[in-house]
């Protein structure tokens, strides 16, 4: 299917895992497709191999950097925004360095891409931010600025949704539970932890959670818009 013919994408964290199944997803469907990596060199050169997308090598919490790829890109009509990190642990051990970090990626870095990404972008553009179930629910110890950081996506979305809906702009957040990656394998030590919480008792594939991003950004969603789309096998339910 070549449902999105014609349309230019740009997936800000594209080389691995989620990301990378959202730029064989968006390729797959006819757009023409650039993604960023920063250290995943490659695995960014394979992807772009297989998928004829381009690669373009970002740190995502740098944001004049990124600023710079977004304005190289002329006029989008998709933007995904899936770079993002995870610093778990006891709050009174983590280096305040370490969260300031994941602060900068996980937030400053997707509001400024977002608003960037929305300055240049074609009429009826899509603006898609990955975050996490854990914006929702954080179930267990060691999580809470994590949780902090995808609850300020969420806050994001519903705002520029509204500050972009007069050129039909949409701006929606997909909110995956536990996804088989190499970051959180289905075989890892703490699958059974998180199973216990789901409904359906296993973690996500990498296609599934790129399959809402491209509902999300195709046709039939112009009206959908400010929203958290939750992907999780009921982990928040």
């Known amino acids: 299917m070549a449902t999105l013919s014609d349309k230019k994408a740009l997936v800000l964290g594209g080389s691995r895992g989620i990301g990378a199944a959202i730029v064989e997803r968006l390729a797959s469907e006819g757009a023409v497709t650039a993604f960023t990596y920063n250290r995943s060199a490659e695995s960014a050169t394979d992807l772009a191999g297989r998928t004829h997308a381009k690669a373009i090598q970002a740190d995502s919490s740098d944001r ?4 710079q790829v977004i304005a190289e890109q002329g006029a989008l009509d998709i933007l995904v925004i899936n ?3 995870s610093v778990m642990g006891n709050p009174l051990e983590i280096a305040p360095e370490d969260v300031d970090r994941m ?4 937030v400053r870095g997707p509001y400024h891409a977002a608003v960037d990404g929305a300055r240049q972008m074609n009429e009826g ?3 898609v931010i990955v975050g996490s179930v854990n914006g929702d629910r954080m179930p267990f110890a060691g999580g809470a600025a994590y949780a902090l950081t995808k609850s300020a996506n969420q806050g994001m979305v519903r705002g520029l ?3 972009f809906g007069d050129r039909g702009i949409t701006v929606n957040s997909v909110q995956p539970g536990p996804v088989n990656t190499d970051m959180n394998p289905a075989d ?3 699958k059974d932890a998180m199973h216990s919480f789901m409904a359906i008792k296993r973690h996500a594939e990498p296609a599934e959670i790129a399959g809402m991003v491209a509902y999300l950004v195709g046709p039939e969603t112009s009206i959908v818009t400010g929203a958290q789309h939750t ?3 009921g982990f928040g339910a």
């Open 64 to 67: 004049v950097a990124v600023s």
């Open 188 to 190: 890892g030590p703490m």
């Open 231 to 233: 992907i999780d096998g």
């Open 161 to 163: 949704a509204r500050d």
């Open 103 to 106: 602060i900068d990626v996980n």
């Open 83 to 85: 770079a993002g990190m």
């Open 125 to 127: 553009g899509r603006i």
